[in-house]
């Protein structure tokens, strides 16, 4: 009866061990998958780098545009410096992005400054020997630019991110040069006026962009 009465303490022992086993083995791989996850879906203690490669579609001068980026994410905040190309505003900007909830897919807010090409003025084309216009340039400079917008970014990978964002730039130089040019018209001929009030001005710009993100 003794000995029965040990085997049964025993055997309940070892399933107790067996069940204790199972409960460590499963708080390890969920701690182990939520490390992942904080690891790589962007809202945790952790930092890490990141580079990005980018294509888009700018609305506002009806062109594509393409760029890269790197970064380097802070819990919840991710700083950037981004360049893009495109035919009528390639640019460079510095960027704060804010992912908003945690999970696979996470909207993110956008915003930030830098340098663009915006149209800043004209010059005008003299005939050397008579000192009449014979053309105009419109001139087109880097100036200061302000971008704000919204996005939403996809886990694909362990370490890969797909995003998709609207961005609306504003371009404070192009505003002024708009405002100013039914003014500065004035003082040339009928050829030039039209060649300089043909040219596109817009205070603001819309576009599209998807990226490619790959965290370190």
Known sequence: MVMAVVNFVSAQSRA??????????????????????RRYLKIDGNTSWYGKIIGGYDLTDKGAL????????INAVRIEAEGTWSQENPS????????????RVIPFLTAGAGAGKQSTGFQLIENES?????????LRKFQFQATAGAGVSFRVAPHWQLEASYRFTF????????????ALVETVGENAKRTIMSEELHDFGHSVRIALRYHF
């Open 171 to 182: 371009y404070p130089s192009e505003k002024s040069y708009k405002n100013d040019r039914p």
């Open 92 to 103: 460079a900007m510095g960027l704060v992005n804010v992912d908003l909830i945690k999970g």
């Open 66 to 73: 393409g760029g890269a980026a790197v970064g380097i994410r």
């Open 130 to 138: 008579t000192g009449e216009i014979q053309g105009v340039n419109v």
């Open 16 to 37: 107790t061990y067996r069940d204790s086993r199972k409960i460590t083995t499963t708080a390890e791989r969920s701690y182990q998958t939520n490390g992942e996850s």
